[in-house]
Nanobody, 118 residues
Framework: VQLQASGGGLVQAGGSLRLSCVAT????????MGWFRRAPGKEREYIAS????????RYADSVKGRFTISRNNAKNTVYLQIINLKPEDTAIYYC????????????WGQGTQVTVSS
């Protein structure tokens, strides 16, 4: 599985974005798909994840209410919808995948930059 993230950009505070992560090579049927971000000067942060073949989704407490993870299995794409963007959301956003039987995310996309202006 290879991943490619897109959809980032420069937005004003209060705006919204939808990030996309396309999986190629094969459908990630038995994978957990996750979104992470790395803000300037900070460590990588887990945002959300979803099981490709199920309906469950998990979120970091810090993003609940503003971030929504979803997927379109027919398009092999996972999305991250972000509303009410804040300057502190400025970061590079990465999508990642791990096999459902594994513990580590070992497949990563290249990241997409999100910059929120105040």
């Amino acid at each position: 599985v290879q991943l490619q993230a897109s959809g980032g950009g420069l937005v004003q505070a209060g705006g919204s974005l939808r990030l996309s992560c396309v999986a190629t090579g094969r459908a990630p049927t038995n994978y957990i798909m996750g979104w992470f971000r790395r803000a300037p000067g900070k460590e990588r942060e887990y945002i959300a994840s979803t099981y490709w073949a199920g309906d469950s989704a998990r979120y970091a407490d810090s993003v609940k209410g503003r971030f929504t993870i979803s997927r379109n299995n027919a398009k092999n794409t996972v999305y991250l919808q972000i509303i009410n963007l804040k300057p502190e959301d400025t970061a590079i956003y990465y999508c990642a995948a791990r096999h459902r039987s594994g513990s580590d995310y070992n497949t990563w996309g290249q990241g997409t930059q999100v910059t929120v202006s105040s």
